[in-house]
């Protein structure tokens, strides 16, 4: 689950996050926030700042228990049951 992660919000719902690897080939589209998870359990968001640029909307960290993900960071924090992951996508839903 590690690496950097772009929300498709035009995929997800209220309750689903739909993320994709940072590195696919992803549609552009304004307003795309970012999830960052890496080693160390270490998390960081980005979002896009008044020019669109993405800028870092802070730091927290994560883990991970069987097919939950518990987040604590500003704009992602909760509980999270993983649907899917792979290297391309991670399919998450809010508990």
């Known amino acids: 689950m590690t690496g950097e992660w772009v929300e498709l919000r035009e995929l997800g719902s209220a309750d689903r996050l739909v993320l994709k690897s940072s590195e696919a080939d992803i549609p552009p589209a304004r307003g795309r926030r970012t999830l960052t ?7 960081r ?4 700042g008044p020019t669109d640029r993405l800028e870092s909307a802070g730091g927290g960290h994560w883990d991970v228990a ?3 993900l518990r987040i604590d960071l500003p704009g992602w924090s909760g509980t999270y049951s993983v649907e899917k992951t792979d290297a391309e996508t991670i399919v998450l839903k809010r508990e």
């Open 45 to 48: 968001a980005g979002a896009p």
């Open 66 to 68: 069987g097919n939950r």
């Open 37 to 43: 998870l890496a080693a160390g359990r270490l998390a």
